[in-house]
């Protein structure tokens, strides 16, 4: 029995050992490495570093598009990790907060318009990042979105928050990587503006953008002055393929197999082809579009970059189908316009763009004002209950049905309000 007492009190005094001198060994070796990756990442800059004996603190400064996000990162050295979900086993467990210090100013818009005023305060930061190095050639880094329960006036914000996890090997291999979405719930006084139901997603993407994701929403609900909208099984896809160094091919495909709407639409098909985009100008054109609110775009702007696009819209109504098709070649704003000319900036486009519909299902649309002056005109060709108009760009010269046509005229058909 002595024995035993021994033997146990022996190997409890080795463990603590371990774990005491364990931290000492594997920090300086795992710190090594992080801070070779941190230096191999030209948007991230490390301004401060203080080791200690369990672990260790660093400070970083992201390089963002208009701005600096700081970030402070707790890192614990293993064997015995202490994380969010509990103790673990591991080589390396970090969490880094945004301190609210310098922050990204559309990204800092954007997370106040949900969370409310960022302070300086880490524990509060509503962004989360963990890391966990394993033992088992295995690193899960998951981003959390906090939970909200906010209201401001007669707005109320419900959101359960979101999880994105990547999971890969030491090599930085994908094993498997998804996303989560909690449920969400705007209320404007007693009408419920906006509702998604919980979603989930899953991706397999290389840090060059190559790769696929796809994003399920079971229902999504908005209610506004256009009236109530319910899309259910709504699927966005994404695949990109490195066609050249630092451009990317990249397809996307949007499906709304059931639409419930005031307007008789019932469904609706969105595919978009990018040739050959380049890192800068995809990043350009999703900041500007998804980051930048719509008051605060300025179109000039949005536009500066050159952009090749294919696209396909199919819409199934209740009075038949309407189908747009796309295919443009844009140059970029021109850097030099003749001032007086207000339609300039069809110099920098070339492509086509078919519109194929029932007749019964444009007229009874939300475009049913353009759609009549544009059959007025005699633009918008009909056979047999169908209207079509083909437009074709060419370097400032705008044809359409296979005429020459100025530019003044269609834009005024097209901005009618008979």
Known sequence: MKALRFILISLTSLLLL??????????????????????????????????????????????????????????????????????????????????????????????EAYYGAIGTDVKNSPVIVETLVGTNNRVVNTLHLLPINRQEGDQQIQFKGAEI???????????????????????????????????????????????????????????????PLELRDAVIDY??????????KVQTNITLPEIQSATPATSLNQQTLLPAVSYEDLHHYLYSLLLTPASQRNWARVFDRPLQIQQQLDIKTANGTMQLQVDANWQGMPRRYDRNNKFFWL????????????EQALMQSPLIMQATTLKQYGLLLENNGELSMQLQFDRGNLIVNGQQLPADL??????STL
């Open 18 to 111: 371990v774990a005491l001198i364990a931290p000492r060994v594997i920090g300086p070796k795992v710190e090594e490495v992080l801070q070779q990756q941190l230096a191999n990442q030209p948007n991230i800059e490390l301004t401060g570093y203080q080791r200690g004996w369990f672990g260790a603190e660093a400070l970083t400064l992201l390089n963002g598009k208009d701005g600096i996000t700081e970030a402070y990162t707790e890192i614990q050295h293993g064997p015995l990790l202490f994380t969010r979900g509990g103790p673990r086993v591991g080589v390396i467990y970090a969490e880094t907060r945004l301190t609210g210090q310098q922050l990204e100013p559309a990204l800092r818009q954007q997370l």
């Open 165 to 227: 996890r990547i999971v890969t090997d030491y090599q930085g291999r994908q094993q498997d990587s998804h996303f989560e979405l909690g449920e969400f719930v705007r209320m404007d006084g007693h009408r419920e503006a906006l509702y998604l139901q919980s979603g989930r997603g899953e991706f397999n993407l290389a840090p060059s953008g190559a790769g696929t994701l796809q994003l399920k929403l079971p229902l999504v609900r908005t209610n506004n002055d256009s009236g």
């Open 239 to 248: 695949r990109g393929e490195l066609v050249a160094a630092r451009t990317l």
């Open 347 to 358: 110099d920098a486009l070339n492509g086509t763009a078919n519109i194929n519909a029932a």
């Open 410 to 415: 269609f834009m005024l058909a097209m901005t």
